[in-house]
């Protein structure tokens, strides 16, 4: 058989390319492969669901198949692995994982978006049952089934990165003492150091056990379960472990083609996001990114990232002419009663882009004193500057009430390349239950320019 746009990849990104491009030609011939049953679901949710705050898979998924086949007219066979792409003959073998059989489908474009998977250590013990990963709802669907019928006591965690504090919290939510194993580094690479003790306090606070310089040996268990994780000559005991240790591009596909490959096995593209092969794109985890404010390659998987270059991949495939302007590693995450969140460049990566840079931090609160709130929430900002110039280089914030709001305000002006003087200036909303006259953005910025 053959299409006109072939999309492998049912999730964030190759169903923002399928609607976009149909979108664009209505009559246009589409076919999307997914090798799950699900499309179009929020991997992001994952935790919540975990942790019982989404009672049922079904809450997750934002469109089924059923969906785009009868209102976008967007075909998608589920349970179908592309195996193998021909770029010079144009075609994609196919596997049915229902049927067992092999498919051949001749494309005249084709859209990648094979995601990423979970980084796993070579730990040894790896492999003994209830070791788990989270990335797909699959992943999910195992380790809250695992949770209500067998009501494990204890689970360590390995790794302290937005997946592993959130599912700390997930677990704690579902009776679980929790253990985090860190290797040598701090919680949260998006933050300085000095950013993350109100979080490690936080994670204490809520009977979190961390162990942040780990020197993880194995983990122990036999073929029935898991008992412990052996890390710097003491043994956590667990009943389950979660592996909260990165993720990388699932690029295997792309690499067997012939695709030029980048330094983190991510498949290159450029703006418009097409590969080395001109009928050819790809879009979302399987590709990097480019850093606006380092100017550099990066590797920071996001759902929003996703589906803006899902989106421009699509609209280009059909003919049109639209382009990613990067990232600048925006995040925010909910851990426990804190909301933290980042944009731009941290210490370590302003000073890797060679950037001569100041920094001040500073502890504001996030509503008015007149307010009357009987625990006032307040939250640190941390700015770092260019010396000469005065202009933001990145935000990190860590409080109760305002932080999410407070960092988009911040990125918009990453965006705009805009100095703390101009930041200093900015006609911020106020009102008692939501700010001080003088906002924690603008304490910040006046607190910078004395260092310009």
């Known amino acids: 058989m053959k299409t006109e746009l072939l999309v492998i990849g049912a999730q964030a990104a190759g169903m923002s390319a399928a609607s976009r491009a149909k ?4 009559d246009l011939d589409v076919l999307v492969l997914e090798k799950s049953s699900y499309v179009s679901y929020g991997a992001c949710g994952l935790p919540y669901y975990i942790g019982d705050l989404v009672k049922s898979m079904e809450g997750l998924v934002v469109h089924d198949a059923a969906f785009f086949k ?3 007219g967007i075909p998608i066979w589920t349970r179908h692995e592309a195996l193998q792409i021909d770029p010079k003959r144009k075609k994609v073998m196919a596997r049915s994982l229902d049927e067992g059989k092999d498919k051949e489908i001749e494309y005249e474009k084709l859209v990648i978006g094979t995601g990423s998977q979970a980084t796993v250590p070579p730990i040894e013990g790896i492999d003994y049952p209830h070791v788990y990963t989270l990335k797909t709802i699959e ?7 695992f949770i209500e019928e067998e009501k494990p006591e204890q689970a360590v965690i390995i790794g302290a990165g937005l997946i592993g504090l959130e599912m700390a919290e997930a677990f704690a939510a579902r009776g679980l003492k929790v253990t985090i194993l860190k290797r040598p580094g701090s919680i949260l690479k998006m933050l300085d150091e000095s950013m993350t003790v109100p979080v490690q306090e936080e994670l204490t606070k809520q009977g979190v056990e961390l162990c942040l310089d780990a020197e993880i040996q194995k983990i122990k268990g036999d073929q029935k379960s898991v008992a412990a994780v052996s890390c710097s000559g003491r043994d956590y005991p667990a ?3 979660l592996l909260a240790t990165g993720m990388k591009p699932r690029s295997d596909l792309a690499q067997a083609a012939g695709l030029s490959i980048g330094p983190f096995k991510e498949i290159e593209v450029d703006e ?4 080395s092969d001109p009928y050819i794109w790809a879009a979302g985890d399987c590709v990097g990114q480019f850093h606006r404010i380092s100017q550099e390659k990066v590797y920071m998987p996001r759902g929003t990232t996703s589906n803006k270059q899902g989106r421009i991949a699509g609209e280009n495939a059909v003919g049109g002419s639209d382009s990613f302007a990067g990232i600048m590693g925006t995040a925010v995450v909910k851990v426990f009663d804190l909301e933290v969140a980042a944009t731009g460049l941290n210490e370590k990566a302003a000073q890797r882009a060679g950037f001569a840079f100041n920094s001040v931090e500073i502890t504001h609160s996030s509503h008015a004193h007149t307010y009357p709130n009987p ?3 307040p939250i640190t900002v941390r700015l770092l500057v260019e010396q000469k110039t005065g202009r933001l280089l990145g935000a990190q914030m860590v409080g109760k009430m305002g932080v999410a709001k407070r960092i988009d305000v911040l990125a918009a002006a990453l965006s705009a390349s805009m100095t703390v003087f101009e930041i ?3 006609d911020l909303s106020y009102a008692p239950p939501y700010s001080p006259v003088y906002d924690a953005i603008l304490i910040a910025a006046n607190a910078a320019k004395k260092k310009v």
């Not at 992943?139 to 089934?145: E, F, T, V």
């Not at 418009?272 to 590969?275: A, K, P, S, V």
């Open 139 to 145: 992943d999910g669907m195992r380790i809250k089934g």
């Open 424 to 426: 200093s200036q900015l």
């Open 375 to 377: 625990h006032p929430e």
């Open 239 to 241: 009943d389950m472990v």
């Open 23 to 26: 979108r664009q030609q209505k």
């Open 272 to 275: 418009r996001m097409q590969t």
């Open 70 to 72: 009868e209102k976008r």
